[in-house]
């Protein structure tokens, strides 16, 4: 398959999967909104110097510890792991390659494939917008070791201790996961 066709088939497999997002808060339904309306309009929607507005691909890693999270180094929040996708990458992919290169631990699909559990629209640092796509991943029972030159403030957090630390656009992710069964074995709230 050409990269152009297998560009065009992310891209459309990425638009079923939006359009199948129920959203369930203002926020949701409007992230949903814009990115349908966005992936309409780009022309190279998975590369972020086609235009100020690209998908980004994000990592919801779950494991026996809880969830994992790092404090962003440009915006010192605290965030899912996640960034641009790579040239031939889905946005799939980009949440397995950054996950893996922001915490330092084994991460992986789920065994059934990529799940997209949630959407997000926001701005982003210089000016970008980012169709964040959040997918689960499973996390290996270890200590996070970050590459150089990532940030190296990289925990597990229990879904209460997430929910009081992360950014608030991330929060709606963080109630959706621990609805039902988490990968690797970790509680859900009570």
């Known amino acids: 398959m050409s990269a152009a066709a297998a560009r065009s088939r992310a891209e459309s ?13 203002e926020r949701e339904a409007e992230s949903r909104r814009r990115m349908l309306a966005e992936l309409d309009r780009l022309e190279y929607p998975f590369d972020q110097g086609a235009d100020e507005v690209h998908v980004t691909g994000s990592a919801l890693v779950v494991g026996p510890r809880g969830i994992l999270l790092h404090r962003h180094k440009r915006l010192g929040i605290w965030l899912q792991p996640g960034g641009h996708i ?3 990458e889905t946005p799939a ?5 950054e996950a893996a290169e922001e915490t330092g631990i084994e991460v992986a699909h789920p065994a059934a ?9 926001h701005r982003a640092y210089a000016g970008h917008v980012h169709l964040d796509t959040r997918y689960l991943l499973a996390g290996a029972d270890q200590d996070p070791a970050p590459a150089a030159g990532e940030s190296q403030d990289v925990a597990w957090f229990s879904p209460a201790e997430a929910a009081g630390v992360a950014d608030p656009g991330l929060i709606d992710a963080l109630e959706r996961l621990w609805e039902g069964p988490v990968p690797g074995g970790a509680t859900r709230p009570g």
């Open 13 to 25: 497999e990425l638009r079923t999967q939006v359009e199948a997002f129920v959203p369930r808060t």
């Open 86 to 88: 790579e040239a031939g």
């Open 113 to 121: 494939g990529p799940r997209l559990v949630h959407i997000d629209v």
């Open 93 to 97: 992919q980009a949440a397995l390659r």
